[in-house]
């Protein structure tokens, strides 16, 4: 059974740093593109950041660019993203997928609300 | 990148058919057929419906289908079942290896 388990969100103020992990299982983790899909309270779904396989693309949406980066640790079958500089928009809960069928999310994890606030 | 337009409402009663539509420019769904489709419950994880325009992963039952003309494209849920009662989401390859998503239509079973 596919299972996305995300994990490190919380309280920040805005300026400040937080790093998501994602822990993957179920699957082979180092054959799939992985990606960050994000929900502001009441929201609809924004789509992220993605990366490839073995790490060496990334591709994020424009408001986060410079500000998060997202990696990966295939032994560990681990997902991440690092979140700095950040602002009161980013407040969501952040869901790990898996890029899977159609080239689209096909498994989601439960999701880790960030809230970034004074 | 602007998110895909979708109605933030559709209704119908148990039985029933209710149809909903998402539509982009020529550069979110260009000559592309990576559309999805997704449901959500309140304060559950989105679940994959439909790929690929009309394609339904194992487990969705063939009450869901989809269907692409142009920039719109449409999900179509028949039969409705009070369980269908949920957020509905659709996705779009928009080049460069992003994504779009629709802004999300609430549908209601009377």
């Known amino acids: 059974e596919v299972q996305l388990v995300e994990s490190g969100g919380g309280l920040v103020q805005p300026g400040g740093s937080l790093r998501l992990s994602c822990a993957a299982s179920?699957?082979?983790?180092?054959?799939?593109?992985m990606i960050w899909v994000r929900q502001a309270p009441g929201k609809g779904l924004e789509w992220v950041a993605k990366?490839?396989?073995?790490?060496?693309?990334?591709y994020y949406v424009d408001s986060v660019k410079g500000r998060f980066t997202l990696s990966r640790d295939n032994a560990k079958k681990s997902l991440y993203l690092q979140m700095n500089s950040l602002r009161a928009e980013d407040t969501a809960v952040y869901y790990c997928?898996?890029?899977?069928?159609?080239?689209?999310?096909?498994?989601w994890g439960q999701g880790t609300l960030v809230t970034v606030s004074s | 990148q602007s998110a895909l337009t979708q109605p933030p409402s559709a209704s119908g009663s148990p039985g029933q058919s209710v149809t909903i539509s998402c539509t982009g420019t020529?550069?979110?769904?260009?000559?592309?057929?990576?559309v999805s489709w997704y449901q959500q419950h309140p304060g559950r994880a989105p679940k994959l419906m439909l790929f690929?325009?009309?394609k339904r992963p194992s487990g969705v039952p063939d009450r869901f289908s989809g269907s692409k003309s142009g920039n719109t494209a449409s999900l179509t849920v028949s039969g409705l079942q009070a369980e269908d009662e949920a957020d509905y989401y659709c996705?779009?390859?928009?080049?460069?290896?992003?994504?779009?998503f629709g802004v999300g239509t609430k549908v209601t079973v009377l």
């Open positions: 997928a898996r890029e899977g069928l159609g080239a689209t999310p096909d498994y």
């Open positions: 179920g699957f082979t983790f180092s054959s799939y593109w």
């Open positions: 990366i490839k396989q073995d790490g060496s693309e990334k």
């Open positions: 020529s550069s979110d769904f260009g000559g592309y057929n990576y």
């Open positions: 690929e325009v009309s």
């Open positions: 996705c779009s390859y928009a080049g460069s290896n992003r994504f779009v």
